[in-house]
């Protein structure tokens, strides 16, 4: 991982659904400036949460992040609103509702309130499809194109970081493949940090510089993408090339050991 | 109002009175639209039904007697700096009162707004008493009845108020389709959370909202007042408005149109055919009517009745 202060840092991130439910604990990951991050793990391992950790929950969330810090350019953020969030640069793009249904395409770029310009052009360029599909409704629109959407408008925001909640839910693997070249093209063009949520860990390794891993609200793994796209487990685990018995995601055990290994 | 819709219709020529009944009904349907956009705009943004708008429309319409000592011999001032200070009203009672209700159950907040209602009401009684004014007289405006073709006859003020919800109408449907904080209203109706991450202030659209349905309902209000006189009587008419955005569907204006057209013309008819002591309670035998027949329909298909 480069040195220097990085752009977003977590440090020991607990949150807490209705005062109750712990969703993730003892959370620490760092983006840096111009990197793409992934952050990986299976359903219910707590990485939606840890996106909106960052991103900011709203009062009918019933969230809080309740132990650790959320720094971001050496700022504390947690607990703030997420419109202050997005002023300050962190863009999230949600896994499910990303897009308003019943307005116009251009009408959802229209309505973000950017940092800066309004840059609905930087959308359509980046996404030529959006421009043909300006005056369809939103509700409309078919998986990909909804995704074009709401990663069009994100980037309208004017983000200096961008927070992806699962890319490639519920598309086609050359959709996700040409999705994964234009975040790559975000970060190279246009200088935006990216942190990747995903479960398709082959294409989100394959663009990221650094990969997390979380298994039950913790980060179990963490290492140079290219090099946990390598890594036994990962393979087994979320590759699904298991040779042989596939062993228990609960076997956290080894994950740990691994960490060491990892150092 | 009561003005208004009881003109009695010149001789007993048949087409006259129809024409007349359509008028009245015209009138009616309007001073229901130009309430119920209120209670569309606050429930679409926000997912509150705002039981106290009767009593903030009555509000901004006692404001026009203050305003109209104030800029005595501009009676046109003072009719635009009480609906502007109606906006003021509403926005603040959203941002001092009910701001602490957002993400709040929805049942809190609707409570929250009977309790405003029932506290306004006193206040109304304090600072004007109970008793009937005019602010039409305060404003020097007299209230001529014109004849329209066919022989009906509407009177000066009801004629305003017919030409105002039309232009209330058309500048809220402009508002909300071609301007950036009318989409962002829109948006954040469909989905609040969305809109916060996008860098929409929650808080800004909502008492924006509140400002608009305020302003709208305080126009209405100093309408009728200016047609029928002013006192607390006027809180029933807000009332009734109620049903008639609901019958239209609470998030849609153009269902809010169309029901205020199906109370009034309910309303109007009734009155004039069975008996004109049903008019209270009209508004309300249509909504019944329509619970019963078509529940599902009323707040349209898309959207659940529990969001916040
Ligand atoms: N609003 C909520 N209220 C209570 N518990 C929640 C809430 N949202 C998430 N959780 C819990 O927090 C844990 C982590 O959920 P989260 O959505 O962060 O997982 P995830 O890694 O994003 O999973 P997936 O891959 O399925 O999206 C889960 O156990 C989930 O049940
Ligand atoms: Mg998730």
């Given at each position: 991982m480069t040195t220097g202060a990085p752009l977003l840092a977590l440090e020991q991130v607990e949150v807490t659904y209705h005062r109750v439910i712990t969703a993730v604990q003892g959370v620490t990951l760092k983006v840096a400036r111009g990197q793409i991050v992934a952050l990986l793990g299976t359903n219910g391992a707590g990485k939606t949460t840890t996106l909106r950790a960052i991103s900011g929950f709203l009062?009918?969330?019933?969230?809080?992040?309740?132990e650790g810090a959320v720094a971001y350019r050496g700022e504390r953020i947690e607990n703030r609103p997420p419109h202050e969030i997005t002023a300050r640069g962190i863009v999230l793009v949600p896994e499910?509702?990303?897009?308003?249904?019943?307005?116009s395409v251009a009408e959802n770029l229209v309505a973000n309130v950017p940092?800066?310009?309004?840059?609905a052009d930087l959308a359509y360029e980046l996404f030529p499809k959006l421009a043909e599909l300006r005056?369809?409704?939103?509700?409309?629109?078919s998986g990909g194109e909804r995704q074009m959407l709401a990663l069009g408008a994100a980037i309208a925001c004017g983000p200096e970081l961008l927070l992806v909640d699962?890319?490639?839910?519920?598309?086609?693997p050359v959709v996700v493949q040409d999705l994964a070249k234009r975040l790559q093209e975000i970060r190279d063009r246009l200088g935006i940090t990216i942190l990747l949520v995903e479960q398709n860990a082959p294409v989100a390794l394959g663009i990221a510089d650094w990969g997390y891993v979380m298994e039950n609200g913790r980060v179990v793994l963490d290492g140079d993408a290219a090099r946990l796209g390598a890594h036994q487990d990962i393979r087994e685990?979320?590759?699904?090339?298991?040779?042989g018995e596939r062993r228990s995601y609960r076997e956290v055990k080894q994950y740990r050991r691994s960490r060491r290994w990892y150092g | 109002m009561r003005g208004a819709v009881a003109a009695q219709p010149r001789g007993n020529h048949r087409r006259g009175l129809s024409i007349q009944l359509a008028v009245n009904i015209a009138v009616l349907a309007s001073i229901y639209a130009l309430i119920g956009c209120g209670y569309v705009l606050i429930y679409r943004t926000s997912r509150v039904l705002n039981l106290a708008h009767g009593e903030l429309m009555m509000v901004a319409a006692y404001l026009l007697l203050a305003t109209a000592s104030l800029f005595s011999g501009h009676p046109l001032a003072a009719f635009a700096a009480s609906a502007l200070l109606g906006l003021v009203v509403g926005a603040a009672v959203y941002l001092v009162l009910m701001r602490k209700m957002t993400g709040e159950r929805v049942l809190a907040a609707v409570l929250a707004t009977v309790a405003l209602g029932i506290l306004l009401r006193g206040i109304v009684v304090l600072v004007w008493s109970a008793q009937q004014q005019y602010p039409g007289q305060a404003l020097g405006w007299s209230n001529p009845a014109l004849a329209l073709p066919g022989g009906a006859r509407i009177s000066a003020a009801a004629a305003a108020l017919v030409l105002t919800t039309a232009a209330a109408y058309a500048g809220l449907f402009a508002f909300l389709r071609y301007t950036r904080w009318g989409i962002r209203m829109r948006a954040a109706g469909q989905n609040p959370l969305l809109a916060a991450q996008r860098g929409i202030r929650l808080h800004g659209v909502y008492a924006l909202a509140w400002g608009l349905s305020t302003f709208t309902g305080g126009l209405a209000g100093m309408l009728i007042a200016l047609d029928a006189g002013l006192e607390q009587t006027m809180v029933v008419i807000g009332l009734k408005a109620f049903p008639a955005a609901l019958v239209g569907g609470l998030d849609s204006l153009v269902g809010a149109i169309a029901g205020a057209l199906i109370v009034a013309a309910a309303e109007v008819l009734l009155i004039h055919y069975v008996n004109p002591l049903l008019a209270d309670v009209v508004p309300f035998l249509v909504l019944i009517a329509m619970l019963l027949a078509r529940p599902w329909g009323l707040f349209g298909t898309r959207e659940e009745l529990d969001r916040v």
């Open positions: 009062g009918l969330d019933d969230a809080r992040v309740t499910r509702d990303k897009v308003f249904p019943n307005l940092r800066g310009a309004p840059r005056g369809r409704e939103a509700g409309y629109l699962e890319l490639s839910l519920g598309l086609a685990f979320y590759l699904g090339q298991s040779s | -």
